[in-house]
Structure formats: structure tokens, C-alpha cells
Nanobody, 122 residues
């Protein structure tokens, strides 16, 4: 019943921008912190960013700090990841996730989106 449906992935050139969307249903969205993760082939899942229930607290991994921006729209049960100045090393499957605990979203989550591929050509 809980669904996190992602969209916005695709193929872009290095230096380009891309925005990922995550539509959440089946839970009280404003009660959940939201996180974004990525996983490249042969690599461990990597934390990217997370935000608190009302969006007033955000954390970013050093690898994306200054380039990626996390946001949420509680009125529409949506979360977004704006990615700027993309690099080839950003290529991965990106996942949105939700958890009651902002702390736990540093590593994992209770609910996960299906993932969307981001490919960055050099």
C-alpha cells in the first residue's frame, strides 16, 4: 500500500542538470523524513542526501554537496532531488526513501522507491 514512485532519470552529458521526483502515497508524508541514495554497478549503496519531516533540516554527502539540492512538497506528497553539474561518477541507480527517523536515513529506510537510472556521458 505504501508506494514511492520515482521519475526523472535519464541520460545526460557531463555538466548537465537533472531533477528526480518521488511521489509518495500510503502514508502520512509529513510524518516521514525523506532520503536519497544511489548505487552504481559493483558498488555499495551510497547515501546522498536526507531531509527532515518539514524540510527544515538537510544533510548531504560530501560527494554531492554544493551540486545537489533536496526538497520536499508536503502539500503534494512529493520529494525532489535537483542534480546540477553532473559528473560521470554520478551515474547510478537513484532511490528515494522514507523513514520516521531522520537519523536512520543516514544508512537505510523503511520504504524505498523502485529506483531510476541516471547515466552521465563524458
Amino acid at each position: 500500500q505504501v508506494q514511492l514512485i520515482q521519475s526523472g532519470g535519464g541520460l545526460v552529458q557531463a555538466g548537465a542538470s537533472l531533477t528526480l521526483s518521488c511521489a509518495v502515497s500510503g502514508l502520512t508524508f509529513s510524518g516521514y523524513a525523506v532520503g536519497w541514495f544511489r548505487q552504481a554497478p559493483g558498488k555499495e549503496r551510497e547515501f546522498i542526501a536526507r531531509t527532515s519531516q518539514n524540510g527544515d533540516i538537510t544533510y548531504y554527502a560530501d560527494s554531492v554537496k554544493g551540486r545537489f539540492t533536496l526538497s520536499r512538497d508536503n502539500a503534494n506528497d512529493m520529494a525532489y532531488l535537483q542534480m546540477n553539474r553532473l559528473k560521470p561518477e554520478d551515474a547510478a541507480v537513484y532511490y528515494c526513501a522514507a523513514d520516521l527517523s531522520l537519523w536512520r536515513l543516514a544508512n537505510t529506510a523503511s520504504y524505498w522507491g523502485q529506483g531510476t537510472q541516471v547515466t552521465v556521458s563524458s
